[in-house]
């Protein structure tokens, strides 16, 4: 079985979901209209149509007794105003001769004429029953010669018509003729005899009847009248469908009206007026009839079906533009690279995944808005730097930027830049490295925020120059020296860890002039001296130092060469004590006590130079480096007294021996490596050049030959004992390679490394 795939199952599910909002919200309604339509509306117009049908019929009928009481009246007028009686009193006499009975037969003749002027009648006649005689509108005559030539019929017809001329008879309808051309009406006289005289025959049009009963409406298939016994006596249209089920009509009828519906027709009955043993039928054709229900019926059904197709598809229109974003999402999820993305994308279908993504990057979101919120103070205080390093000097461009990061200010206020000279000296303090250093930096500004209580603003400019901005509170009234004593205050407690300084810059009222603020602060910082605790130096109350002088007067240098000569160290120290405590007490700068310090340190150097014969670059670097580092005059001294112990203290010369003894054993033993002369000099604390002096002073030749004869001593021993290659001998022998190998070789020897193994093995 082939799986669906899991899109296009997610794409259906959209379908059938929007499906399901348009059924409740649309179909159920459409549904419920359409029901109502077939059902409702379809009754009503069948009811409706029923009551037009009852309506048409009895119409159709009161019209229909209205002619036939109309010839039923004329017909009885007939029979009572005229000479029957005079003329049947006078009917025994058939002699041709008698006036009388002419004059009667001819005023029976015009009364006939009379009569058949009736739209509806197209022959009348006078039929004597117990004479030979029948009167017409043309002439009189006997039965027999009537009924074959004026009237003829055939014997048996003509049996069963006579027959019919019995009992009472008022306006009695005869079947109609074989031709179908007339219908006859029969109306005895005496009218309340059984035993009658006369019979009034009048033969009815069976056109102009068909159109008497004639319905014009498209529905009507055929309309009849019907006999006492259900026989048909007049119809128009096709009556033949109906035509079995009219005796159980008649039977049903019970003298009220009927209407039945059959399979695609409908039969109404309706008695009549005229003679409560007649009926008047209709045959309703049902398919025209009900054409307006049937046609409603269909309209709903073609209504519901149209909701449909358009409710499917809408519903596809929009789950395939909602699909469209969720595929153009998924799509771009694709692009997330982590493990456990890759993971998502391979279960459930694209919602599922694209939930799951969402949570995913909810997550992400989440971390990474804390780890800018997190970085917010960082960026606000590289904004602040930068102000006070002054790339940022319009009060426009701050306020842009300081809006962009979120940084609020007042734009004019009175601020004022302290800077916090961060000294650490790793032979004072102890070595710090960078993170302690930072967690510090971090507590301290901690805690000056705790203290201060003015509005200010920390950034590390540099790693050892912390800069606060302390914008002045109108209503504390604080100076900025105020607030300088309570950041010492702090500062005092981290004094095992480094030394602070405080520089005090001037105050500006604008954030545009911080970086004038900022330089003042830096500079002012330059005037501090070699207390030991935090000092605090601003522009106002900085000391005079300009009697101080930094740098030694000839006679001060000469008279530190003639104490090196003499090798009076101790009054050399002392006196270096005492210059730096002078300068001190002139309130002299540590700056300028520092340049002061160089010079008498540069004098030592010559000094000690001009007696060992030696200068190390490197190593008297460093002690000017460690006189730059000192902070306190404490510092200074112990420097001082480091250098003396260096510079002045006389090598003893068993140790030196001691030294390059050792520095041999160690030639001895790694003769195959790379055995460098820095390494050996550094180690005792000499020149490169003084090292090779004093190697060969001791030693007796120089450093380099000494290598190479010792060298080339391990590399006869391996010619002539083993059957190494030239390449392996000079590998262990320390030589890179056998070039250089074969001519320290034949230097030495005179021949090439081969020839001395083939001479003497």
């Not at 002027?117 to 030979?132: I, M, P, Q, R, W």
């Not at 050892?464 to 509170?473: A, F, G, N, R, Y």
């Not at 001519?743 to 081969?754: L, N």
Request: with cysteine; charged share 25%; proline share 3%.
């Amino acid at each position: 079985m082939i799986p669906i795939p899991r899109p296009r199952s997610f794409r259906i599910a959209l379908f059938w979901r929007h499906f399901a909002n348009y059924f409740v919200v649309i179909l159920i309604p459409v549904i419920v209209a359409c029901t109502l339509a077939h059902f409702l509306v379809v009754s009503l117009i069948e009811k409706d149509a029923e009551k037009l049908n009852r309506v048409i019929m009895s119409r159709f009928s009161e019209q229909t007794d209205t002619a036939f009481n109309s010839l039923k009246t004329n017909m009885i007028n007939m029979l009572s105003t005229s000479n029957i009686r005079s003329l049947l009193k006078e009917a025994g006499d058939l002699s041709g001769e008698n006036p009388q009975r002419m004059e009667l037969i001819h005023a029976l003749r015009e009364q006939l004429i009379k009569l058949q002027s009736d739209e509806l009648v197209t022959k009348a006649y006078l039929v004597f029953v117990h004479h030979d005689l029948v009167i017409d509108v043309d002439t009189y005559t006997d039965k027999s010669y009537y009924f074959d030539f004026r009237y003829p019929m055939g014997a048996e017809e003509k049996a069963a018509y006579l027959a019919k001329f019995t009992n009472k008879k008022m306006m009695e309808f005869t079947e109609p003729k074989p031709d179908g051309s007339a219908l006859s009406a029969l109306m005895s006289y005496p009218f309340n005899t059984n035993v009658p005289e006369v019979y009034l025959v009048v033969d009815v049009s069976r056109d102009k009847l068909q159109r008497l009963i004639n319905i014009r409406e498209n529905w009507v298939a055929g309309t009849a009248i019907l006999g006492s016994r259900g026989e048909i006596i007049s119809s128009n249209g096709v009556v033949s469908d109906g035509i079995s089920r009219i005796p159980s009509l008649l039977a049903d009828a019970s003298g009220e009206s009927k209407f039945l519906i059959t399979e695609d027709k409908a039969i109404s009955l309706v008695k009549s007026g005229f003679d409560d043993t007649s009926y008047y039928l209709s045959l309703v054709d049902l398919p025209t009839l009900m054409k307006p229900a049937h046609l409603t019926r269909l309209i709903s059904w073609i209504f519901l079906a149209f909701f449909i197709v358009v409710g499917s598809f809408v519903s596809y229109y929009l789950s395939r533009r909602m699909y469209r974003p969720i595929l153009e999402i998924k799509e771009g999820l694709k692009s997330h690279g982590s493990a456990q993305a890759l993971q998502m994308r391979s279960d459930g279908n694209d919602y599922d995944v694209i939930k799951r993504f969402s949570q995913l990057i909810i997550s992400e979101n989440k971390q990474l808005n804390q780890r800018v919120t997190g970085m917010f103070p960082i960026v606000q205080e590289h904004f602040v730097t930068k102000i006070l390093l002054g790339e940022y000097r319009d009060a426009l461009s701050i306020e842009t930027y300081a809006g962009e990061i979120g940084f609020t200010y007042t734009k004019k206020a009175a601020r004022t830049v302290l800077g916090i000279a961060l000294h650490y000296d790793p032979d004072v303090y102890g070595r710090l490295s960078e993170t302690s250093k930072s967690f510090l930096t971090a507590e301290l500004k901690e805690r000056i925020l705790q203290l201060v209580p003015s509005t200010i603003w920390l950034c590390g400019i540099k790693s050892d120059l912390l800069v606060c901005v302390i914008q002045k509170d109108p209503f504390l009234s604080r100076s900025p020296e105020e607030e300088a004593n309570l950041i010492r205050a702090a500062l005092q407690l981290y004094g095992s860890y480094f030394k602070a300084t405080i520089g005090i810059g001037r105050t500006v009222y604008g954030i545009e002039e911080l970086h004038l603020s900022y330089e003042q602060a830096v500079s002012v910082l330059q005037r501090r001296g070699l207390s030991a605790g935090v000092e605090i130096c601003s522009g106002q109350s900085a000391p005079d130092s300009t009697q101080c002088d930094t740098f030694l007067s000839v006679q001060e240098v000469g008279r530190i060469l003639n104490r090196c000569k003499t090798r009076d160290y101790d009054k050399l120290l002392q006196s270096a004590y005492e210059t730096v405590e002078e300068a001190v007490r002139k309130n002299a700068t540590a700056v300028q006590i520092k340049y002061l310090c160089t010079d008498i340190l540069n004098t030592w150097v010559r000094a000690a130079e001009t007696d060992r014969k030696d200068f190390n670059v490197p190593f008297y670097a460093g002690l000017f480096d460690k006189i730059n580092a000192c902070m306190t005059l404490e510092d200074v001294k112990r420097c001082f007294l480091e250098f003396h112990e260096l510079l002045f203290q006389p090598a003893k010369p068993d140790e030196r021996a001691c030294k390059f003894t050792d520095i041999l054993a160690y030639i001895h033993e790694h003769y195959d490596e790379e055995l460098s002369i820095e390494q050996f000099a550094n180690s005792m604390n000499m020149s490169v050049g003084h090292f090779s002096r004093t190697f060969k002073e001791e030693v007796g030749e120089k450093y380099v030959e000494y290598i190479a004869k010792y060298r080339l001593v391990k590399a006869k021993e391996l010619l002539l004992q083993t059957d190494l290659k030239m390449d392996d001998i000079a590998e262990k022998v320390g030589y890179w390679g056998r070039n250089s190998f074969i001519r320290m070789f034949r230097k030495y020897e005179g021949i090439t490394p081969a020839k001395y193994r083939t001479i003497h093995q």
